[in-house]
């Protein structure tokens, strides 16, 4: 089965400026997850969707930050307006059963200058 | 809440010899608990897990982790670092049910030939 895709695998962008990370799960799978990884620091839990509804979204870090996922598949996570401090790798992650374990994606490196 | 501690950012192992990454978890309720590994430019691979069942946990290229309820202790162990072995390690935690995971800061692992 294919795994958790993710693009862009890089993105650069200013200060100020708009980006939409974009998450392709498991086919199957409801549960979608965000984390994020700022340099130096540990992987941060940001929001997590059952289907297309939000489960938990206590990880995300303020208004800026909004969330999507569609009809329950694929999943968008858009930064509007960039900061410098939201720089880092945002991962997406699936699962359909938590015994089975979460499937991550290669992650997006975000870089705000 | 759940928690991750993972002591050492940097661990150096000599190829041949034995790899040993600790990781201690704090858990309001019976944890869910993982080991990732993130090799340069990839995502995180899921390692092992720990989900209730056998408290001796076997997973993919020779790792195994002893889940040990009284010391809230997961740690990580190979006999015999490979070269290949050299990489970033997560210890993560989760309460079940789909619930999110809370990562350690992570290891990085030199395996020196």
């Known amino acids: 089965e294919a795994g958790v895709t993710q693009f862009p695998s890089h993105s650069v962008i200013e200060k100020g400026q708009t980006v939409t990370l974009r998450c392709d799960p498991i086919s199957g799978h409801d549960n979608l997850y965000w984390y994020r990884r700022v340099m130096g620091k540990e992987i941060k839990f940001l929001l997590h969707?059952?289907?297309?509804?939000?489960?938990?979204e206590s990880g995300m870090p303020n208004n800026r930050f909004l969330a999507e996922r569609t009809g329950g598949t694929y999943s968008t996570l858009k930064v509007q307006p960039a900061e410098l401090e939201d720089s880092g790798v945002y991962f997406c992650?699936?699962?359909?059963?938590?015994?089975?374990?979460?499937?991550f994606g290669s992650g997006t490196r975000l870089t705000v200058v | 809440a759940q928690s991750v501690t993972q002591l050492g950012s940097h661990v150096s192992v000599s190829e041949g010899a034995l790899v040993l990454l600790r990781c201690n978890y704090s858990s309001s309720v019976p944890p869910y608990l993982f080991w990732y590994v993130q090799y340069p430019n990839q995502g995180l691979q899921l390692l092992l897990k720990y989900t209730s069942a056998a408290t001796l946990v076997k997973g993919i290229n020779g790792f195994e982790a002893e889940f040990k309820k009284s010391e809230t202790s997961f740690h990580l162990t190979k006999p015999s670092a490979h070269m290949s072995d050299a990489a970033e390690y997560f210890c993560?935690?989760?309460?079940?049910?789909?619930?999110?995971?809370?990562f350690g800061k992570g290891n990085q692992v030199v395996v020196i030939p």
């Open positions: 993560a935690v989760s309460r079940g049910g789909n619930n999110r995971l809370a």
């Open positions: 992650a699936s699962s359909q059963d938590e015994h089975y374990g979460y499937t």
């Open positions: 969707f059952v289907k297309e509804s939000k489960q938990d």
